[in-house]
């Protein structure tokens, strides 16, 4: 990479063009839609976690090779492409914010590595490979999950090699802890652990999700705006995150029951089978889809349309994905 922008490298030249006179890639006239600009920034983030993988001295049964087989598994990457179209929003370039990027995905990936471990989901297949314990054994996979915990804290205090303020950069960092921590996405594990087989109203239930998977969704979409200072959008994005957060789940749970084990690399019926707290546990699909159309509409409510029409379409295609 060099000033912002995508070198030579083949995996980055082949997919993204710039238009316009943005500092940031954009699809071009032939791809000008929600799914090309997913492709290019999810290929843009693959590249960006290899080039980080690189820069490890990965060993044979070491803790960074179980990391790195979690963070190269196939996954949407839509924590960091919702932290990318933030920036947008907000005018940052994305370059400034790869540490950023790097970091929420690699706490993602540590939840995923934990939540399918026998003690919490016992997964034994995600994105349709075997689950990081299956691989390693579960001693492994807990550290690696560790490793990854700690090391987007690490990302995170580098954005101030990127010219970002010292206060900014721990008022981001602090936003971060707060979404991963006891206070978000931990709490929202333990309430679910806690509502299997038992009965749960709307309110809980939409309770845990907007900590369990809508937590680090608003964190994405937050911490753009802590570092350019532009406190005006911090309420509208987190708000945004909260119903993306709620469409996101929502679908995962319909999935669940009616999706294709193929497409989405899982199996199918786990929720069911577990007693789970979910949507199609508490209503009808009929009634889930009209919930998430509530949502999706509520969330573009919060964006100013002259801005971006990128955060629009991620919300339409976290109602619409098949994955």
Request: glycine content about 8%; aromatic content about 6%.
């Amino acid at each position: 990479m060099r000033n912002g922008h995508p070198g030579n490298d083949s995996q980055t030249q082949n997919t993204l063009t710039f238009v316009g006179n943005g500092t940031n890639p954009k699809p071009d006239s032939h791809t000008n839609e929600i799914a090309g600009w997913l492709t290019m920034t999810r290929q843009l983030v693959d590249t960006w976690i290899k080039e980080d993988i690189a820069s490890m001295d990965i060993q044979s049964g070491s803790v960074e090779e179980a990391m790195s087989y979690a963070l190269q598994a196939g996954g949407k990457r839509i924590r960091p492409q919702l932290m990318l179209a933030a920036a947008d929003y907000v005018g940052l370039e994305w370059e400034r914010i790869r540490p950023a990027a790097l970091a929420i995905e690699y706490l993602h990936t540590y939840s995923l590595i934990h939540d399918d471990l026998p003690a919490m989901d016992n997964d034994e297949l995600r994105r349709g490979k075997p689950t990081t314990h299956i691989v390693f054994g579960e001693a492994m996979a807990i550290l690696a999950g560790d490793a990854l915990l700690t090391e987007a804290f690490g990302k995170m205090a580098l954005l101030a090699e990127q010219g970002f303020p010292p206060h900014l950069v721990v008022a981001a960092i602090d936003l971060l802890a707060g979404a991963a921590g006891r206070t978000g996405l931990v709490r929202g594990q333990v309430q679910d652990l806690a509502a299997e087989n038992k009965a749960v109203d709307l309110d809980w239930l939409e309770n845990i999700q907007l900590l369990k998977t809508g937590a680090m969704f608003t964190a994405a979409l937050a911490i753009p705006s802590i570092l350019a200072e532009d406190h005006e959008n911090i309420d509208a994005l987190t708000a945004f995150g909260q119903h993306f957060g709620l469409v996101f789940q929502m679908v995962d749970d319909v999935l669940n029951v009616v999706g294709d084990s193929k497409l989405l690399g899982k199996s199918t019926g786990t929720d069911a089978s577990r007693g789970k707290a979910t949507y199609p546990r508490l209503m009808s699909l009929e009634e889930v889809n009209k919930l998430i159309a509530t949502h999706v509409e509520a969330a573009k409510r919060e964006l100013d349309g002259s801005r971006d029409d990128i955060l629009a379409g991620l919300v339409d295609f976290a109602r619409d994905r098949s994955w």
